[in-house]
């Protein structure tokens, strides 16, 4: 059975970084993956390939939607550790649907038989749009997993999210894996998050300047430590939650916490750090 993957975050968080190194390190542990972009930017795979391949709708639009026209090798082009790349593309600015640009290359993904011949896919879709047409992806997944940091503004992301993977949840057997945190040195305001909206926390990767130097450079993380091994430690973090996704969790249908409360939630927390943390502690309080 083909493990599906659907990773989302807020735009800039790094989300495609990690997705690429995630798919490296399942590739890692021997297993046929397929990384498809839904972004119309079609960066996702960048460090994976090195260049910004062609997408699957401009490919149909040059073919005028003659799917008997296209072939795998049109489409699939082959990335760092054996990782096949996938580039949906997306609407003109300002008009059409991602999802329809999403449904299109699934149409065509699975024309090709592409789908019966992956141990995993994963979707990397487009920033903090949770839209029914960003959505689409879910339609499709397992699993979501959300990558954030630990900043009031990739939380409101997250929560959303959540919440598009409670309805999606409502009709296709999907869960959410767990929360990725990137570049972040601290976690206090996703904890603070989790106890309102539990949830798995998969991993929680510090600031490493190289994760970022690795999207310049077009690399994975792993290619760059086959030249530096001083870097296998940031490896093994994607190795990490590569294994945990591989031992298929049990995940969560998560309830997102109302926009005002989530609001009130982080930046109480923020702009009073020493406040009671728990009801014991403020019935402590009132009996001192």
């Known amino acids: 059975m083909t493990l599906t993957l659907a990773v989302y ?20 542990r021997g297993k046929k993956v397929l990384q498809i972009g839904c972004d119309p930017k079609h ?34 082009y082959k990335g760092y550790a054996g990782v096949d790349c996938v580039e949906a593309g997306g609407p003109p600015a300002g008009a059409g649907c991602g999802g329809y640009v999403v449904g299109e290359t699934v149409k065509l993904l699975r024309e090709l038989n592409a789908f019966d011949e992956y141990d995993v896919i994963l979707f990397d879709v487009l920033g903090d ?50 929360l990725i945190g990137n570049r972040t040195s601290k976690r206090d305001l996703i904890d603070k998050y989790i106890q309102r909206v539990p949830m798995p926390v998969l991993e929680i990767l510090p600031l490493i300047e190289d994760i970022r130097v690795s999207r310049v450079k077009g690399q994975t993380l792993f290619e760059m430590a086959d030249n530096d091994p001083s870097l296998d430690y940031v490896c093994n973090y994607y190795l990490n939650i590569a294994d945990q996704l591989l031992a298929l969790p049990e995940g969560v249908v998560p309830n997102d916490a109302q926009d005002r409360e989530l609001f009130s939630l982080l930046s109480d927390f923020y702009l009073n750090p020493q406040a009671p943390k728990t009801q014991e502690e403020e019935l402590d309080l009132m009996i001192v």
């Open 9 to 28: 975050g807020k735009g800039g968080i790094g989300k495609s970084t990690t997705s690429c190194n995630i798919s490296t390190a399942l590739a890692k």
């Open 43 to 76: 960066d996702s795979t960048f460090t994976l390939t090195g260049f910004l391949i062609p997408t699957i709708i401009d490919t149909l639009q040059e073919q005028d939607f003659h799917y008997e026209n296209i072939w795998p090798e049109d489409v699939i």
């Open 129 to 178: 749009v949770v839209c029914g047409g960003f959505a689409a992806p879910l339609n499709y997944a397992q699993y979501c997993l959300i990558v954030t940091d630990n900043g009031f503004d990739a939380l409101f992301a997250a929560n959303r999210i959540a919440a598009s993977v409670r309805e999606k949840a409502r009709t296709h057997p999907l869960r959410l894996a767990g």
